[in-house]
């Protein structure tokens, strides 16, 4: 039976087909081969693409399964310029996250929004960390923002600290260099709290969130990252 979903990476494969890493509504990632797909007189031809929503159908077992039906559900976001580096960010980054075939109905409404989010011109920056913040949190690596995880010890909003994904802030002291994952205490609380009014906050907590998903990524980055460098 036909399931929403969002492509979110297309590549070619083979002579004439896609390979699609896709979100669907009620069994999270899946990848799958649209045969023929980039054949001119394929019914497929133009519709499967990133930001649009569609009703997919698959068949097979294993990693790789066989697209057998798409159908467009009439919602399809056009981004351009800037922008469209900001939504294949997101694809970028979703897609890289989820690891395996779990539903993940509340992941695919916030996918959903945030791109509903871009289109209509709200705050790509406040926006960003937003979605950042409630990935995490769906997947179930919820940040530790306002306290350190071991010691229990809560975040003060006049003092600096170095921040790890997993373990939260550790207060730096006076005398120490800044550490690459400082933070100041205002804008962990700030971030907590999904304040973006500070331009100071928004910065920290851009610069922060691009550690941590270095260190969870390790070795392998970002694409999307690289391009935003150039622009």
């Known amino acids: 039976m036909p399931q929403k979903a969002y492509i979110l990476h297309a590549r070619s494969y083979l002579d004439d087909s896609l390979l699609l890493n896709c979100l669907s509504e009620e069994n999270g990632r899946v990848m799958l081969v649209a045969k023929r797909a ?36 009439g919602l399809a976001y056009f981004f351009r310029g ?12 979703t897609d890289r996250l989820i690891q395996k075939a779990d539903p993940e109905p509340h992941l695919f409404q916030l996918y959903g929004t945030v791109l509903a ?3 209509r011109g709200a705050p790509v920056e406040s926006t960003l960390r937003n979605f950042e913040l409630d990935l995490l949190s769906c997947l179930g690596y919820a940040l530790p923002l306002t306290y350190h995880v071991a010691s229990g010890e809560a975040v003060a909003e006049q003092y600096y600290y170095s921040f790890h994904w997993q373990q939260g802030a550790t207060r ?14 205002r804008s962990l609380l700030a971030m907590a709290a999904r304040d973006w009014q500070s331009a100071q906050t928004l910065a920290e907590a851009k610069r922060l969130m691009r550690l941590i998903f270095k260190d969870i990524f390790e070795k392998r980055g970002l694409q999307s990252h690289d391009v935003f460098a150039l622009i």
């Open 82 to 93: 800037k922008l469209l580096i900001v939504a294949l960010y997101v694809n970028e980054l």
């Open 172 to 185: 730096m002291m006076a005398d120490e260099q800044l550490h690459p994952h400082w933070i100041s205490g």
């Open 117 to 119: 989010d871009l289109h």
């Open 38 to 73: 980039r054949l001119a007189k394929s019914p497929w031809r133009g519709l499967l693409q990133p930001f649009q929503a569609l009703w997919l159908d698959w068949r097979g077992r294993g990693q790789v399964l066989s697209l057998t039906q798409a159908e467009g559900q």
